[in-house]
């Protein structure tokens, strides 16, 4: 996507051919600053603080740790040490676990003199794989809009409006997104989509990078508190809510950023059709009940007794929200139940938030099936 006219992706290879180089995701929207990652370090360091976020970002950056990694020192007790400590990072987003998997199958048969080269291919081959997964759930979720779109009209209204929470665009993804790929898809083919981006506390992730990815490409949006969405329902404000999520289980319970499961009650309530966007990185097949089984982060109290921004003058600063020497807590996500999701919007199509739902398009996680995989080519709506 583009920043002030120029095409970026959130990760790429510096000029050397060997650093990684990411935007700080910490300093959005008032900074645009590119840090570079020299070493496994600098890498886990960068994911652990949220330089960079985003489920499939996350995965991404931690395979080119693995790369980074290799390039320091290729042994096996080395190939170890790195997917430690890049897989305790952070613990909510599968999609992590995933690619570090992807990466030590393919690295640990090799010879250590060949891992290195290896592990830049793959760790770039898991990049573009992600753009272009995202730009098909952006071709599929789009047509949902557009269904959307045309209910608006029958109803009068000028715009479809699209609730969403969080930052699930390309700042958390290498490009495009996965709530806001359809959204970018919608507005590209012309649709007049508006966008109500939820601030997403403690961080703000909607207020501060929904809202600068969506300004920067042009897309109408308004921010909201988190408490607004229900409100907005009730008044037929929102016509479908796209979120994004960091694990999805074998039968479609989705977790996301904190906040996302009062979205999907109230969508409920009020007959709001309520869509997860995913890549299939991002499902955990060994996992049925999400409230009970998905290791949910927790992270500084300082998240939310505090809050960053830019001063009237332009200098960043903090400032204290609570009464000092508050005790808070800072729960990263929640579970939405699958009874509560519209649908599944996946690279293969999009599917009903069950296990049958996902099977249909992912047979081969079938009990005894042989490896039969749809290409995203011939993906659509099942169910
Ligand atoms: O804590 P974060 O900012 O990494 O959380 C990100 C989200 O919850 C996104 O909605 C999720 O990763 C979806 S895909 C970008």
């Known amino acids: 996507m ?30 645009f600053e590119v840090v570079r990652l020299k070493g496994l370090d600098d890498t886990a360091f960068a994911i652990r603080a949220m330089v960079v976020r985003g489920a499939p970002l996350i ?17 096996d007790a080395h190939l ?40 830049y291919a793959l760790a770039s081959e898991i990049c573009e794989e992600d753009v272009v997964i995202n730009s098909t759930i952006g071709r599929l979720g789009a047509e949902l ?6 209910r608006a009209q029958v109803a009068g209204r000028p715009r479809v409006n699209v609730l969403t929470h969080c930052n699930a665009g390309w700042l958390g993804c290498v490009d495009w997104g996965t709530a806001l790929a359809p959204v970018y898809k919608a507005h590209n083919a012309g649709i007049p989509v ?45 016509d479908l809510c796209i979120v994004g999520t960091d694990r999805t289980t074998s039968r479609g319970d989705v977790c996301n950023k904190i906040g996302t499961y009062l979205k999907g009650l109230a969508a409920h309530d009020n007959n709001v059709p ?27 109290a300082r998240e939310v007794t505090h809050i960053r921004g830019r001063a009237e003058g332009g200098a960043m600063c903090e400032v204290l929200l609570a009464p000092e020497g508050s005790s808070a807590s ?41 490896a039969a995989e749809p290409s ?7 169910g």
């Not at 980074?68 to 290729?74: E, F, P, Q, V, Y």
């Not at 299939?280 to 999400?290: E, K, P, R």
Request: net charge negative; glycine share 8%; hydrophobic share 45%.
């Open 80 to 119: 170890v040490a790195a997917y430690d400590t890049l897989l305790a990072t952070r613990p909510t987003a599968v999609n992590l676990r995933w690619a570090l998997d992807r990466m030590r199958a393919a690295l640990s048969p090799l010879p250590a003199a060949e891992r290195t080269a290896a592990a």
């Open 330 to 370: 800072n729960f990263g996500f929640d579970v939405t139940p699958a009874r509560l999701v519209t649908g599944l919007i996946t690279e293969r199509g999009v599917c009903p938030a069950s296990r049958e739902g996902l099977l249909s398009l992912f047979p081969e996680r079938s009990e005894g099936a042989a």
């Open 376 to 382: 995203p080519a011939s993906a659509g709506v099942v």
């Open 59 to 75: 995965g991404a950056t931690a395979a080119y740790g693995m790369a980074l990694a290799m390039r320091a020192d290729a042994s």
């Open 194 to 238: 508006h966008v109500w981006v939820e601030e997403t506390r403690p961080r703000n992730q909607g207020a501060s990078l929904t809202a600068w990815e969506l300004k920067h490409h042009g897309v109408p949006y308004t921010i909201i508190v988190d408490n607004a969405g229900g409100h907005l329902m009730q008044h037929h404000m929102v």
């Open 2 to 31: 583009k920043y002030n006219g120029k095409p970026y992706r959130t990760i790429w290879l510096g000029s050397n051919g060997w650093m990684v180089e990411v935007i700080d995701q910490r300093l959005l929207p008032h900074q």
């Open 145 to 150: 809009i557009a269904a959307a779109w045309e």
């Open 274 to 300: 309520f869509y997860v966007a995913l890549p299939a990185s991002t499902i955990d097949w060994t996992l049925d009940d999400g409230v009970a089984e998905i290791p949910i982060e927790e992270r500084d």
